[in-house]
T-cell receptor, first 119, second 113 residues
Framework: GAVVSQHPSWVICKSGTSVKIECRSLDFQATTMFWYRQFPKQSLMLMATSNEGSKATYEQGVEKDKFLINHASLTLSTLTVTSAHPEDSSFYIC???????????????FGPGTRLTVL | AQSVTQPDIHITVSEGASLELRCNYS??????LFWYVQSPGQGLQLLLKYFSGDTLVQGIKGFEAEFKRSQSSFNLRKPSVHWSDAAEYFCALNTGGGNKLTFGTGTQLKVEL
């Protein structure tokens, strides 16, 4: 149980285009989803937290107009990188958690990640 | 504010040797603690977690970790390393209440055959 998928697993796009990454919880309802960015050989950096039906909360320094997050349902969140540039190239990982209390509320289940390359 | 420290950036062990990866945390109360493993180009896989109770936690793939409150540590151990264990290992902390995870910087494990 607790499987999270991401699509696509990798994407290459031209500079100036927008790219959408999907994150789905396959067997549970994700009340909250998180989006992380990971640079090569570095740890995960939290970009934003999204609760279903609410606006995402962005971490300091993350441009909300650049990285649009939508969490329209309990099983799907999307991250859209708008007007992508080469410096946006990175590994993007989502995670999801379910419930509103208890142990499941404090555990995140991670997707396999999406490799974005902007030419 | 809470923090997680993984003092070792790289560790190399021989196959069959024992392994210990260090993790220290800073938080005033008992945190929720996690160890994840990440293979190149992959997402994070949960190895084990500590929420409460027995301080020695067993995980998948033969890993275990021990929570030591007095030392603010949650070190990961494996008695005999396999070549397939080569990966990046992350320790993470959650302060509860559904708060976000705080990750350590990771330890890259290399296994020599």
């Amino acid at each position: 149980g607790a499987v999270v998928s991401q699509h696509p697993s990798w994407v290459i796009c031209k500079s100036g285009t927008s790219v959408k990454i999907e994150c789905r919880s396959l067997d549970f309802q994700a009340t909250t989803m998180f989006w992380y960015r990971q640079f090569p050989k570095q740890s995960l950096m939290l970009m934003a937290t999204s609760n279903e039906g609410s606006k995402a909360t962005y971490e300091q320094g993350v441009e909300k107009d650049k990285f649009l997050i939508n969490h329209a349902s309990l099983t799907l969140s999307t991250l859209t990188v708008t007007s992508a540039h080469p410096e946006d190239s990175s590994f993007y990982i989502c995670s999801a958690r379910g419930g509103t209390s208890g142990s499941s509320y404090n555990e995140q289940f991670f997707g396999p990640g999406t490799r974005l390359t902007v030419l | 504010a809470q923090s997680v420290t993984q003092p070792d950036i790289h560790i190399t062990v021989s196959e069959g040797a024992s392994l210990e990866l260090r993790c220290n945390y800073s938080y005033g109360a008992t945190p929720y603690l996690f160890w994840y493993v990440q293979s190149p180009g992959q997402g994070l896989q949960l190895l084990l977690k500590y929420f409460s109770g027995d301080t020695l936690v067993q995980g998948i793939k033969g890993f275990e970790a021990e929570f030591k409150r007095s030392q603010s540590s949650f070190n990961l151990r494996k008695p005999s390393v396999h070549w397939s264990d080569a990966a990046e290992y992350f320790c993470a902390l959650n302060t509860g209440g559904g708060n976000k995870l705080t990750f350590g910087t990771g330890t890259q494990l290399k296994v020599e055959l």
